[in-house]
Nanobody, 113 residues
């Protein structure tokens, strides 16, 4: 049974930082690309960042230079380091095994102005 569990969300002031973690089980983590997504109320879910099995990364334009995705295959965990957070980053963040239907349940990030 595949499980993805996000953690690290919380409340932070604008300009602050958070580090999200996505812990995976039941899947060959190192053989899969991982994505971080977010979905604000009334908006479509968007991919914030992704990292391939080779470590290649892709970012949403609005987070480039502020967010960094990484992975630790030995720990079956992916991370999203978020710096210089803005109020518009407020929403639930999800991790996903790319090219699959496996999603975590999400972690809430709230950025106050």
């Amino acid at each position: 049974q595949v499980q993805l569990v996000e953690s690290g969300g919380g409340l932070v002031q604008a300009g602050g930082s958070l580090r999200l973690s996505c812990s995976a089980s039941g899947i060959a983590f190192s053989f899969n690309s991982i994505g971080w997504y977010r979905q604000a109320p009334g908006k479509q879910r968007e991919r914030v960042a992704s990292i391939s099995t080779f470590g290649n990364t892709v970012y949403l334009d609005s987070v480039k230079g502020r967010f960094t995705i990484s992975r630790d295959n030995a720990k079956n965990t992916a991370y999203l380091q978020m710096n210089n957070l803005k109020p518009e980053d407020t929403t639930v963040y999800y991790c996903k095994i790319e090219n699959s239907d496996y999603w975590g349940k999400g972690t809430l990030v709230t950025v106050s102005s």
